[in-house]
């Protein structure tokens, strides 16, 4: 069974798991901005990561105010594996790097509702540094996963509308 987390010690969690899967988006977009096939997903990807390596540097920096260094528990875990094992196929067919695509989005959605939590409990400390990052950083995720998600749309018209292999 799980153990239960309160107070400083879910804070920390909240932290390791933001913290994890901003690794692996980092790592996901550094590998699909080289091999998409689809130039304007890649370059809406190179975009998002300029920011996400940013975003992962502010996120350990006060991560570790709190004890937090990135650590991989479930969630983070199952969101990972799953990026990654795609990501490792982008450079197979375009559907693999559509595929990819896809779960970097989901990575990216999911780090927008975090920093959505992050910032209420960032409220409620009265933490006003953690506060504003946390607003840059929900903001930015949402506008990244906007772009993402409508590339991702023009992606699949490419791969639909393409003469069959067979």
Partial sequence: MAESKSGDEFVTHEFDEAIAIQRGIVDAETRLAKV???????????????????????????GRKKGATGEVEDVAEG???LLESLVAKADEA??????????LLNAKRKQQDSAGGM?????????????????????????GSDELAFQLAD???????APSAG
């Fill in 36 to 62: 998409h096939p689809h130039e304007g997903s890649k370059a809406a990807i190179a975009t998002c990561l300029t920011d996400d390596k940013a975003f992962l540097t502010q996120l350990e920096q006060l």
């Fill in 79 to 81: 969101v990972l594996d």
């Fill in 94 to 103: 375009p559907s693999e790097a559509y595929e990819a695509h896809a779960v």
């Fill in 119 to 143: 910032l209420k409990i960032a409220r409620a400390l009265k933490d006003a540094e953690a506060r504003d990052a946390a607003q840059a950083f929900a903001k930015a995720q949402k506008a």
């Fill in 155 to 161: 992606f699949a018209v490419v791969i639909a509308t």
